[in-house]
C-alpha cells in the first residue's frame, strides 16, 4: 500500500480512537441514495441541502460561519468540483466568490458559458481552519454529499478542480498533473481534472494547460 493510503488508514484509525475515548460507538454517516426522485432536479437539491445546513458530522462545523452546499443550474451539463471554501465563500455560503472564483468565472466564460448555466461545488462543504488542506477523514466525511449532488445533476461533464477534487472522484493518488488532459470515464460520466484556479494565480504560465482542458469538455458539451 502506498504511504498515503496508510496515512489514510492511520488517521482514520486516530479519528475511531479518539471518537470511542469520548464514549461514541456509532458514527453518523450521510448515505448515497439511490437514484429515485419524485421531485425535480431543483427540489432534490434543495431537499439535500436542508438536510445538511446544520450538518455537524466532522468538527469543521464548530468553526464554519456558513456551511457552503453549491450553486448554480440544477439542470446542468457541466460541473466543476472544487476544494474546500475559503475566507470568503465561508462569509458568503456560496463557493467560488473570492480571488480563485474570479478566475473560475474567467474560465467559464471564456468557454461561451455563463456561471449560472453550470454547477459549482466543492469536495468540503465547510471551510478548513485557516484554509489548510482537508484531512482525509473530513473528505471521506463529506464525500456523500457531493456524490448525490452529482447523481441529482446528473451532468455530461465533471471538471475537477485541483488535486483534492480529481483524486476524491477518481478514488487514485495519482499526482494531478498526470491526471489532468484528457478524460476519465468514471460512473457513467467524464471527469476532465485540471488545476485549481488557485494554483494559477500563483501559476499563470500553466493557464494554457487548462485552457486546453476546457477546449476539450467544451467540444465533448458540443460548445
Ligand atoms: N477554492 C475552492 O476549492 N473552493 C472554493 O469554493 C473556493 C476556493
Known sequence: MSASGQELIQALRQ????????????IPCPSVKPAVFSSSKKEALLALEKEFKNCMLC?????????VFGSGSPDAELMFVGE???????????????????????????MKLKREEVYIANCLKCRPPNNRGPLPTEIVTCKPILLRQIEIIQPKVVCALGKFAAQTLLQTETPISRLRGRFHEWNGLKVMPTFHPA????????????????QQIMKELGI
Do not use: C, H, M
Open 15 to 26: 479519528f475511531l480512537e479518539t471518537e470511542r475515548s469520548f464514549g461514541i460507538t456509532e
Open 59 to 67: 468538527a469543521l462545523s464548530g468553526t464554519r460561519t456558513r456551511l
Open 84 to 110: 474546500a471554501p475559503g475566507y470568503e465563500e465561508d462569509l458568503e455560503g456560496l463557493p467560488f466568490v473570492g480571488a480563485a472564483g474570479q478566475l473560475l468565472t474567467k474560465i467559464i466564460q471564456a
Open 199 to 214: 494554483y494559477l494565480l500563483r501559476n499563470p504560465a500553466d493557464k494554457k494547460l487548462v485552457w486546453e482542458d476546457a
